[in-house]
């Protein structure tokens, strides 16, 4: 059974830097790629930013490029989202996922979803 866990959310003051972890297990993951998506409350879930599982390539979602960053250990089954120059609307529930095959941006093309870490932003 496929298993994501995320960690690394809380709450950090406008500006300020958090990094998320997410720990992937239950079967072998090569060639599998891993995103992550958010959720303000009230919003649609959204696009962060993913990782193929190979060759590192990576996807950002426009607002965040440049401020957060993407990588991954395979040999812990981790990808992390180092995010910097963190703003209030980057609030939301973070939520990691992973799908076998190249790197995508859209919800439904994601297999297996973790159950999400809190990020607050203060002004």
């Known amino acids: 059974q496929v298993q994501l866990v995320e960690s690394g959310g809380g709450l950090v003051q406008a500006g300020g830097s958090l990094r998320l972890s997410c720990a992937a297990s239950?079967?072998?993951?090569?060639?599998?790629?891993m995103g992550w998506f958010r959720q303000a409350s009230g919003k649609e879930r959204e696009f962060v930013a993913a990782?193929?599982?190979?060759?590192?390539?990576?996807s950002y979602e426009g607002s965040v490029k440049g401020r957060f960053t993407i990588s991954r250990d395979n040999a812990k089954n981790t990808v992390y989202l180092q995010m910097n120059s963190l703003k209030p609307e980057d609030t939301a529930v973070y939520y990691c996922?992973?799908?076998?095959?190249?790197?995508?941006?859209?919800?439904?093309?994601?297999?297996?979803w973790g159950q999400g870490t809190q990020v607050t932003v203060s002004s």
């Open positions: 239950g079967r072998t993951f090569s060639g599998y790629a």
């Open positions: 996922a992973i799908r076998g095959g190249r790197v995508a941006t859209m919800m439904q093309e994601y297999d297996y």
């Open positions: 990782i193929s599982w190979g060759r590192g390539i990576t």
